[in-house]
Each structure stands twice: as C-alpha cells, then as structure tokens.
C-alpha cells in the first residue's frame, strides 16, 4: 500500500518514526517508538517541546502571545467534553438527536461508547487513557488505516503512544471527529508534531497558519529551529523575514537562547542580518551562557569559548566599530589573547593578519520607500505645524516592516526639524521615536526612523504619524493617490481622524512609508 506521497506503508514502525532529517537534529534523540510498543529512552516530541535545564521548563505560551478564548488545561476540558457526551447519549435513541452524520461524530469524539481501541498517550507519570473507534481513525489518518487495517495490523486493545502529548492527541482526535480545529499557544507545536506523525495535512496546514499568524521577533527564532525539524519551508521563510528585518530584536529575544547549533550557526551566517555585528556578538554569548546551564557544566569563560565551537568565527567581529570591539568583544575573555591582537592589528595596520573571522559586512537589508504624492509645493503660507499632528492611514496586502518616514524639510533653506514619529493599530501604539532631523532646503524627502522595524500585517489598517516643531514653513506634498504599488507591495491610503493639521490622501505631510519587505 502507498500513500499519496509515495512512501510504503506496509511497514508500520516505518510509519511512525520522525523523518530522517529530524533525527539528525538532535543527538540525544531516539527513534521514534512503534504505538504497541514503549520506550525507556525520552521521546523526540519531549526534546522539540519542552526546554531541558537548571531553568523552569517553558510551554509554548511563553514564545506566543496569549490569544482569547482558549484557557484552562485543554486535557480537562476534553474530559469534560466525554462527560457531556455520556451524559447525553443516555437517551436509547440518541441518534435521532443529531440530523447529520458530522454530529453523531462528534458524540463519539473521547466517548468510551462502542470504544474499541485506548491510547495510553504521554510519558510515564502524565499518562493518559482516551478511548478511540477504528473506524473513525481509519477514516481520517491513513496511519491509523495502515495500523488498524494494514497487513501488518495487530489487533490490541491499547497501544502506548509516549511521544505526543495527551491535548495535542485529544486536538487531533477533535479534528477527526467532529472536523473542528482547536489549537492553542499551549498546544500548537505538539499538535504539529501529532498531524506530521499520523499524516493528517489540513491539521498540520491549521498548525503552521496560527504559528504563521503569532509570529514576531520574540518567537522568529525558536520558530525557526521547529520549521525546520518540521520541514515546513514557507515558515521557515516567513521566520527568516521577521529575523532580518527585526535582527536586533529577535537575537536579544529569550527564544534565541533556546535554539539549537545548527540553528544558530545558520543565524550567524545569515548575511541580511540588519543589526550591528556587536549586537550578534552579544547574543552568541548570551546563547552560549544557556547552552552551558542546559549541559549542566560549569558557566565559565572557557566553557563558552567550548559550546560554541566554531560557529565563534561565524561573527565577524572585524566589522565592528572599532569602539565597538575594544570595549566589548576585546574583553569579553571569550577571544584569545593571539585573536585579540590580531583583530586589533586589522583595524590599524597597513599588512593585516589573516584571520579566521569572517572580515566582510553583512548585506544587510535595502530599505524600499512608498511615496504617494505625485508633486510638492510651498506657499507663502504654508506650511504651518504649531505643534499639530499630521497624520494618515494605511494597509498594505503583504507583510512589510516600516523602519520609517520620509519626511519634508523647510522651504525656506536649511533648517533643523525636532519630529515626534509614532505608529498605531486601532489606538495601540506599535513603535514611537523622538528625534531631530536636517533638512537643506531642497524638496527632497529625509529619513527619520524608528527606533526598531514595526511589524505591519496585511489587510489591516495603520495610523502614522508625526508632530514637526521647527521652521514654520516647509514643503508640501500633493496630487495624493489612494493605492500605490511599491514593490511588490500595495499600499491602501486613507484619511485619519487623529490628522488635526490638514494632512490627508490628496495632500500634506508624511509622503513617504520607508519599509523592509
């Protein structure tokens, strides 16, 4: 028998063993074990789970936001479910109850009724009995139809499942049977792990939607370890996305210190990077300080130097300021005292050293900019800001990252600009800055940005903003537009009640959205 990817499926153990390149990942984790069978060694859903070390453990609700409606232990609530189902089916003919085929599913859904097999699911300690009908199971996994139906089918009465977790095999069992997703912070990357293992793709496609829609600097790079042990490039990709634009962000996030090496060496290679190598350096440390507590050896300079390896010359320290490095990578201890000298001669001698740090600056990203006026102006009269907001909306249909606004400058010669920059989503502030600008008294735009890229999703609308104190006259923009294509990108234009100083879509302040998409 063969499934729809081409794998044989007349092995059963084949079935239920991670991919190769899961494995792979991780040294210490065993082969996945056959569903009849227990194993005394952890389980590799254990290791992609939890966070092993002299820390608490953390769940998945601490890499993303909390979101409404889900609460509690979903375990109980299952439970509670069962309780319900039995107390209704009481009723001799309580399948008249139901008009479709879908709700008398779902009645059975971890109902002990006409139950013909039970999964002892979880580890030894937090095991959990749940009732199952092959049929059902058959119906909606072609694992389960291998394991029940197969050749190689074995007729038990329970089968031990120690690596899934007993809510994520309950949210994929909820799914079968009454065709309902049901996930949460909690529980989304065990129930991956579950509909990878039993092929159930809609599900596993649910899994990665949500973690695609939770996803910020704060989670992008323990995300980005799971999209790859998962094999799921289009989160890799929109990980990678959140990682250079918000680099500074997502390496000084918690998460970076869970990644695994090859997760970050990948990070440190990554040649769009848009930080400073200081700020790379620090988080390598930082990593570095975590992996000793998770090996459970002394935290030491030397033992960091020793967990990182080679990813070490992955930095390239050489392209820091040279402040940059005296005053921090210098001392650090972490560098040799040969490394050091050297570095230090490659800042200030004629003949440089070879070294085995990589020497050439990353890429970084290009900042793309959105203009939406067609023409600027200045009057005799205009432009006047007597600290009034200027302000506008938009949305765009892709994922971008505003780093900043171009702004006009004087039209009375060069003058200093001091600009209070901010951007809001429904009233909630996203990101501010508090800066001042030159301008020459050209009608060129010039650049203010934020302290850090603002993540903007698509389809939703944006308020920027900017309160100018300097000259009382500048430049204008006008012939405004309301859609503008930038890029790949498409900009949606409106008009902003917080707007008090006459900027809207066909005219005023704010001409230019620069952006990293």
Known sequence: MVDAKGRNMKCLTFLLMLPESVKSRSSKSPKAASPSGSSKLPPVCYEIITLKGKKKKKMAADIFPA?????????????????????????????????????????MFNNELMADVHFLVGQPGGTERLPGHRYVLAVGSSVFHAMFYGELAENKGEIRIPDVEPAAFLAMLKYIYCDEIDLSADTVLATLYAAKKYIVPHLARACVNFLETSLSAKNACVLLSQSCLFEEPELTQRCWEVIDAQAELALRSEGFCDIDAQTLESILQRETLNTKELVVFEAALSWAEAECQRKEITLSIDNKRKVLGEAVYLIRIPTMALDDFANGAAQSGVLTLHETNDIFLWYTAAKKPELQFASEPRKGLSPQRCHRFQSCAYRSNQWRYRGRCDSIQFAVDKRVFIAGFGLYGSSCGSAEYSARIELKRQGVLLGQNHTKYFSDGSSNTFPVWFEYPVQIEPDTFYTASVVLDGSELSYFGQEGVTEVQSGRVTYQFQCSSDSTNGTGVQGGQIPELIFYA
């Open 67 to 107: 979101k409404n409606g889900v609460g509690g232990s979903a375990v109980q609530q299952y439970h509670q479910q069962n309780l319900n189902n039995n107390n209704t089916i009481q009723n001799c003919n309580w399948q008249g109850l139901y008009s479709t085929i879908r709700e008398r599913n779902s009645v």
